[in-house]
């Protein structure tokens, strides 16, 4: 019974982690309405700002390229002067991201601002392991560790430290937000923003002050964890994961709550390992590392009418949907360009751009999802991992041959689709995508890493497609890649890209739309709003599934790294900055923007940059969110010679429907207009009415 005790005592050190990263969200969200995915990338980055600072005296900055360092002295600096420095970084930090990022967005759609975080978190993630490697790193002790010893246990002391400044901290802040003023002013502001000004509350200043508070504890958090874990740029950014379950249990309001719960999360994490252990019949693998998923998706499940509710309303605009006119036609040019393209490379740009198109079809999926239906998403790498992976099984377990082995294996997504998207019954916007990263996490412990499925680190073997007689795999002999292999891909992604054009143009796309728009309007007109969204994530799982089979056989051994949790928020941000209501969007995503794909790999061997394509992903996707949601390809906004083209082609259109609009209203009188999720315009304001005189 001891050692069970020791156990618990040892998960302090991880959930104060979660404690008190989650008292930093619920500062940003209390204020602002913020939901910060980035939250844990920012303590991150403290901590290799705390780490240079102890070790070689120098203050890294979040560039690259140009000088990135300032060198306040030529040995490391004091511990407690570096702590200083360090969370005086974070303030500073802190006010210019809520200034140039947050601020902007405080009244925009919530895929907007999930987007815009998770483009901080993608870029904090890739300028770290650019500027400090993929290496961890260890850092002397902060607070005191000689071991205690109680009734006969054992255990370092700095674990009952750290918790113990976890619990004062969310007492202190439970009193100041509940009984000072500027508590006061906080809640005021994110109940009413106009309400408040109009007593002289500032709800942009009182926000500015919570992020830089909130951004002031997770420095702490990402120091005090240091000595405990060893710092690298993954694990840390992940903490958020955990960081959001103890959030939502506290409903992103209780800090004493939120505090409580992460401590016991903590402890559970550790008491877990230790069942592992002890007991052969426990299940082995990261199963600690589903126990976050767990909290989340009860706890959304049990208050998903309550949590993350906002007192104020406001008209949100979502990125604009576009309608494929001529899909048959476009198809048809897509395949004779496609395979022009193909014929016309060689080597490893004919695989770049094979890639391209493999991503292409991953990314057809999150259109349909998060474009179509506005269900956002961060788990669609997840079903193409289950497709590829199941790809391999099938094919040497069943014995199935080319296509129905690619189909089943695209089956095979579908339940984990529709799995996932069960709480899409209940939840939208944020808390979707707060449990679909969860879900995303969770199968990157359990089903990804597990030896049987993925086949650990040496990979899962996939079998080459064979048609008959005829050959279709990607190498034979020394010719690769083959184009033949790159027509067959082009063929299948071009029949996904006419999959989602008619689920578009059709009765269904009007039927996702509406269900975008207004589900509560939805219902009332006769449509099925869960059986909806269960389409939706049925048919996208089906289509990352097909994505990640033609990974499979692209690659010939298919390893846990390209389905990880970051590829699907790299996922989530190139297409969403390329035009996630559009299918042009997802092309352009796959061609121009796939770390894996043409253009990013052209540009790698002629210059040498594809290191930084993560970090310009990530700074595209907050520009793209704060300037311009639609998207690269949107026909709205924007300069280039690709908008130049969809705008004269969109003219054209534009013309012939005002033709046939003409000659339809005087045969029969008009036709319906479809669903659309912006608000409607003001009718216009009827004149005053005019007064009888009385009195002559």
């Known amino acids: 019974m001891s050692s069970y005790i020791l156990f618990l005592i040892l998960g302090l050190g991880s ?16 204020s602002g309405g913020i939901v910060d995915f980035a939250h844990g990338a920012v303590a991150m980055w403290i901590a290799y700002v705390f780490v240079d600072l ?232 990261d199963v600690a590392d589903a126990l976050p998923f767990i909290l989340i998706i009860t706890t959304m499940a049990l208050r998903a009418r309550s949590v993350l509710a906002r007192g104020e309303t406001s008209a949100q605009r979502n990125p604009s949907v576009a309608r494929p006119r001529t899909p048959l036609a476009s ?3 897509c395949l004779v360009a496609g395979t022009i393209i193909l014929f016309a490379l060689q080597g490893s740009l004919r695989n770049a751009f094979i890639s391209s198109m493999t991503f292409t079809c991953v990314a057809l999926s999150l259109v349909l999802l998060t474009g179509y239906v506005g269900q956002v998403s961060l788990a669609q790498m997840t079903f193409a991992g289950v497709g590829g992976f199941m790809l391999g099984h099938i094919s040497h377990g069943l014995g199935l041959g080319f296509p129905l082995s690619l189909i089943a294996a695209g089956l095979c997504a579908v339940p984990i689709g529709i799995l996932i998207g069960l709480p899409a019954l209940r939840l939208r916007g944020v808390n979707l995508a707060v449990v679909t990263l969860g879900a995303a996490f969770t199968a990157d412990a359990l089903i990804f890493n597990s030896q049987g499925f993925a086949g650990g680190l040496t990979g899962l073997p996939i079998k080459p497609p064979h048609l008959f007689s005829l050959n279709l795999s990607i190498a034979e002999g020394h010719a690769y890649p083959r184009v033949i292999f790159g027509v067959m891909v082009l063929v299948i992604v071009t029949l996904m890209g006419l999959l989602v054009a008619r689920l578009r143009n059709g009765v269904a796309g009007r039927m996702l739309l509406a ?34 089979a033609l990974t499979g056989y692209q690659q010939g051994t298919l390893t846990a790294d390209g389905f990880s949790t970051f590829v699907s928020l790299g996922l989530l941000a190139i297409v969403y900055v390329a035009g996630i209501g559009r299918i042009s969007g997802a092309v352009f995503a796959g061609i121009m923007m796939s770390s894996t794909g043409f253009f990013v790999t052209f540009l790698d061997e002629r210059f040498g940059i594809g290191k930084y394509q993560m970090i310009v992903a990530g700074v ?47 045969a029969t009188g008009g036709a319906p207009r479809e669903p659309s999720d912006q608000p409607a315009p003001s009718p216009p304001e009827a004149p005053p009415a005019l007064e009888r005189p009385r009195h002559v």
């Open 54 to 285: 102890r070790t070689d005296g120098t203050l890294p900055l979040p560039l690259i390229v140009i000088p990135h360092q300032i060198t306040l002295s030529s040995a490391g600096i004091d511990t407690t002067l570096a702590i200083v420095i360090s969370l005086v970084y974070a303030a500073l930090l802190g006010a210019i991201l809520y200034l140039a990022v947050y601020r902007p967005l405080r009244s925009a759609a919530p895929l907007t601002r999930i987007c815009a975080s998770v483009g901080v978190m993608l870029a904090f993630q890739a300028i770290a392991v650019l500027n400090f490697g993929t290496q961890s790193k260890t850092t002397p002790a902060i607070l005191p560790s000689t071991p205690v010893t109680i009734s006969g246990l054992s255990f370092p002391s700095d674990r009952i430290f750290f918790t113990g400044i976890v619990l004062v901290l969310a007492v202190v802040l439970a009193v100041v937000y509940r009984y000072t003023r500027f508590g006061l002013a906080t809640r005021a502001g994110a109940e009413n923003a106009r309400g408040a000004a109009l007593i002289g509350i500032s709800a942009d200043r009182v926000a500015l002050a919570n992020y830089v508070i909130a951004t002031v504890l997770a420095g702490v958090a990402g120091i005090l964890i240091a000595p405990i874990a060893n710092l690298d740029p993954t694990s840390y950014t992940l903490f958020i994961v955990p960081a959001l379950g103890v959030a939502l249990v506290g409903r992103f309001e209780s800090f004493w709550v939120v505090a409580l719960a992460g401590i016991l999360l903590g402890m559970g994490q550790s008491e877990i390992i230790k069942f592992q252990a002890t007991w052969s019949w426990f299940p082995t693998g």
């Open 331 to 333: 198809a048809a040019f």
């Open 515 to 548: 269900v975008r728009s207004n589900e509560r309007a939805a219902s009332s007109v006769g449509i099925n709003v869960a059986q909806a969204k269960l389409m939706a994530f049925a048919i996208a799982a089906f289509i990352a599934g097909i994505g990640g």
């Open 15 to 30: 959930g104060a982690t979660y404690a008190i990263l989650g008292l930093g969200l619920v500062l940003k969200y209390r």
């Open 620 to 666: 595209l996707l907050v520009i793209t969110a704060i300037a311009n949601p639609d998207g690269v390809m949107s026909t709205s906004t924007g300069k280039g010679p690709a908008v130049a083209f969809f705008r004269a082609r969109e003219a054209v259109y534009a013309r012939l429907r005002a033709g046939s609009a003409r000659n339809g209203n005087l």
